[in-house]
């Protein structure tokens, strides 16, 4: 590196770590982005520069559902076969959150100590980011609609990730989901090697195709895909019968695959994380030890013990990422250990501000089963309106929903709590801001 980049890199690194310190003693923020933000107007290369120093490479986990468990189970994995791993797991997905956790693991001289570098990246930013990075592996999740405010549909947001991936190096290695039709066509277009993850459990297929749906039409011709069975969403055993597109096949399925937390969704995080640990030598007997001890990140199915009562925290932020999550809570409920509900909805930036979404989930089965939906949020009449429409929707011998209205969030806790009895769990389902003001409330509670 010449001197003078080494001294302007050095001037980034002191900024961003005073910047840190600051924020962080006044109380003002996580400081996950705003480091990374301005030592890139000392060092636009900055990213570049730190991503080179990785010592063993780069990941990107990128997708629409799933990053940021998939990134943890991953990073999980490796501390515990005694690796050092860089990851922004504040979530902050942007370039400017990417440098962020790049910088909190370098000295004072900007020397960056991290044997990995696993970075959980939002899907719109892919062209830009692989201009600046070189990854060893690009691990993709799902593609679904998602904050229809800012991005576009699926398929115009896989043709930017295949061009910008086609530019790489052949060493990259692309783990995709072979059962989202999308990615599985991406993965076939692809000159680097790809690796491919699914389930294999028929007996977890939908009843019939659901309301929120992106690409049931296949990517190569444009004809209407043949489905053997869907898992969630499109994702699920398909071919095309007009120009013999097909699903790619597994390196890595469910089959005896263990799992810790709750929901066809995790199934497929884990297989991901699973498979980019076997593709980086890491022995299967490890990643199951790892896997059986797992605790999720902070709102995605997290567990919590408040004033003795057990609560689950489940990250819901558009159509897919709902129903799914209503047909884990469904399950549940069925069994008899949960009867009530907290559903919060915002419509802030991080939540994405047209929440017209809510009318593409599958609120029904929900309602259908009774108990207590409590509803809170920025948006909360819109909610109401979408659960009283579900309502009216059922016949009225299976509707036995008690739906109660809170403009209040912290009096929306308070009244789920109470009305969750015994040996229940409360269900919270939050959109993102909403999701950390609740655990802003919960954390000021006892917790356990």
Known sequence: ??????????????????????VRFFGLGAASVLPGAISR??????????????????????????????????????????????????????????VTALLGNTNLIGTLNADYAILEVDENIVPLLLKDCQ???????????????????????????????????????????????????????????????GLSEPDLY?????????????????????????????????????????????????????????????????????????????EREAIFHTVKEFKAAFGRAEELTVEGKHIRILLSKNPVGMNETIRAINNIKKTGQSSTTLLVLNDRIPDGTDVSWIWDVDTEPLVGLGGNLVVSGDRIYDLA????????????KNNHVKLIIREDLKEAIETALNLTVGKETLHIIPTYSAMLEVRGILTGRQIL
């Open 1 to 22: 590196m010449k001197v003078v980049d080494r001294i302007r890199l050095g001037l980034a690194v002191g900024v961003a770590k005073t910047i840190t310190a600051g």
């Open 41 to 98: 107007r000392f060092h636009p290369k900055l990213l570049s520069l730190l991503g080179e120093q990785v010592k063993q490479g780069v990941i990107l986990v990128v997708g629409t559902n799933g990053k940021t468990t998939t990134s943890l189970l991953l990073r999980t994995i490796l501390e515990d076969q005694n690796y050092k791993v860089a990851h922004n797991e504040t979530g902050a997905n942007l370039i400017n959150g990417l």
């Open 135 to 197: 990854p060893k592996i690009i691990l993709a999740l799902n593609l679904f609609r998602d904050q229809l405010d800012r991005y576009g549909e699926v398929d115009m947001i896989s043709q930017r990730w295949q061009k910008a991936i086609a530019s790489l190096s052949p060493q990259t290695v692309v783990v995709l989901n072979a059962d989202d039709p999308t990615l599985s066509y991406l993965g076939q277009q692809l000159s680097q090697e790809t690796r491919y993850f």
């Open 206 to 282: 939908l009843e019939e195709i659901p309301h929120a749906v992106d690409s049931i039409y296949c990517p190569s011709c444009g004809h209407a895909l043949t489905y053997e069975g869907v898992y969630l969403s499109h994702l699920g055993d398909f071919c095309c019968k007009k120009c013999q597109f097909e699903k790619s096949e597994l390196d890595l399925n469910s089959e005896h695959w263990p799992q810790i937390l709750i929901g066809v969704y995790n199934k497929y995080n884990t297989l991901a994380a699973g498979l980019v640990a076997q593709e980086l030598g890491i």
């Open 385 to 396: 309106l979408r659960l009283k429409y579900s309502q009216s929707n059922l016949p009225e």
